[in-house]
């Protein structure tokens, strides 16, 4: 009994020496995924990756070769926090470029990431008794980070007969007093969706009259098809311009996500805010990746424009094979590298699938519990179409034996 008495009063004493924040902070259960993934590839077993959250080409010579010269030419101090003026000068030039945005050098912020961006940008807009609106099915870190900062998600729940998208009608019924902050995700992870601009300047319009900030996360721009047209909210008028954070970087459009270069563009007194907290928390982003991200800015959309090809021929190949199999379904993604896959018919929940499928046929997947739809599991596209061909060829097989 005593040991017992002792036990308790050990885990006692571990849960008071974390701060009451991280409470509410839910483990990723796609770590677990990825990293049984990883264990079994390292024991040699033939591991098909569908639930890579990156592009799987190389980073483009060029860029490497000006992050080498950074290196040889001794740039590897401490920069300006908010970025070097060069990057901040090119940065405000694609936001003009692409999204007729305008903005100026002081209003840019470089992070390390676009998910760093996101997360300085609501740590310095949100108080405890705030409320964030999420369209569900969302991306993993958006919840977590509004725990972080000690306010509550609040989640409007989409279906695919919307392609995943929110109304007017929706936010409205979703809007309380202590709303303050929307996060939209277009397009999305993980369901590919874009919004239209009839679309968003609904949903502007309503944000305006109700003094509601926007997050958008615009990290998926350059990777959209069908002939769409990417639309950036802030861009519609001063008033929801003045409610934006429009949230961007290069880990997608110039596959390079493992050199953290994130941007954002705000109003000048929330730029001037997050300036200060990044100060104070990470301070500059990489010198040398800053680089390298001057350097991808400057090029001709050569690479991007091929990837985005590459990128729409493959969820062309896999939503034909995808149609083979009856117990799945799905709603085609109009950007980003992910398909949502509807798996209520095989009556497993979303992490049951994934594991058995990874355990049975060495193929990984994201289950969709980690973004608030647990019928659902995410593939990415990310991969070649001869390692989506042997996917799809052992995924089919196993949901037949269901």
């Not at 709303?179 to 601009?197: D, E, F, H, R």
């Not at 982003?285 to 350097?295: E, G």
């Not at 009856?326 to 095989?346: E, R, V």
Request: with cysteine.
């Amino acid at each position: 009994m005593r040991q017992c008495g002792l036990l308790a009063e050990t885990f006692m004493k571990i849960d008071t020496r974390l701060a009451e924040r991280l409470k509410k902070i839910n483990p990723s259960s796609t770590l677990a995924i990825t990293s049984r993934a990883k264990k079994l590839k390292s024991e040699g077993k033939d591991i098909l990756n569908f639930a890579a959250g990156e592009p799987d080409f190389d980073t483009p010579d060029f860029i490497k070769e000006a992050a080498i010269q950074a290196v040889n030419s001794g740039f590897t101090k401490y920069t300006p926090t908010t970025g070097i003026a060069e990057l901040k000068k090119l940065i405000c030039e694609k936001f003009k470029k692409d999204n007729s945005l305008e903005y100026l050098p002081e209003q840019i912020i470089v992070s390390n990431g676009a998910k760093h961006s996101i997360f300085n940008a609501l740590m310095v807009l949100l108080n405890r008794a705030d409320e964030v609106l999420i369209p569900l099915p969302y991306w993993v870190s958006y919840p977590e980070m509004v725990n972080l900062c000690e306010a509550t998600p609040r989640y409007i729940k989409t279906t695919a007969a919307n392609n995943f998208k929110i109304s007017v009608a929706d936010l409205t019924k979703h809007i309380t007093q202590k709303t303050k902050v929307l996060i939209l995700n277009s397009p999305s992870n993980p369901t590919g969706c874009v919004y239209s601009k009839k679309e968003l300047e609904g949903i502007a319009k309503l944000c305006v009259e109700k003094n509601i900030f926007v997050i958008s996360d615009e990290i998926y721009e350059k990777i959209i098809f069908d002939g769409q047209k990417h639309e950036s909210i802030a861009g519609f008028n001063k008033d929801i311009y003045n409610l934006t954070i429009t949230v961007n970087g290069l880990s997608k459009s110039h596959s390079m996500t493992g050199w953290r270069i994130g941007y954002l563009g705000a109003p000048s007194d929330i730029a001037g805010a997050i300036s200060n907290l990044q100060d104070h928390s990470t301070s500059n982003p990489n010198s040398i990746a800053q680089k390298a991200a001057v350097a991808a800015l400057n090029a001709p959309e050569d690479f991007t424009r091929k990837l985005c090809q590459e990128f729409e021929e493959r969820r062309n190949y896999l939503a034909s094979r995808l149609k083979e199999i009856d117990k799945l379904s799905f709603t085609l993604p109009q950007g980003a590298f992910y398909m949502f896959c509807n798996i209520s018919k095989t009556k497993l929940d979303s992490m049951t699938f994934a594991k058995r499928l990874l355990d049975e046929e060495y193929v990984s997947v994201i289950p969709g519990g980690s973004f608030g739809m647990d019928n659902y599991i995410r593939i990415s596209f990310a991969t070649g179409i001869e390692d989506l061909a042997k996917g799809m060829d052992r995924l089919k097989k196993w949901v037949l034996k269901l």
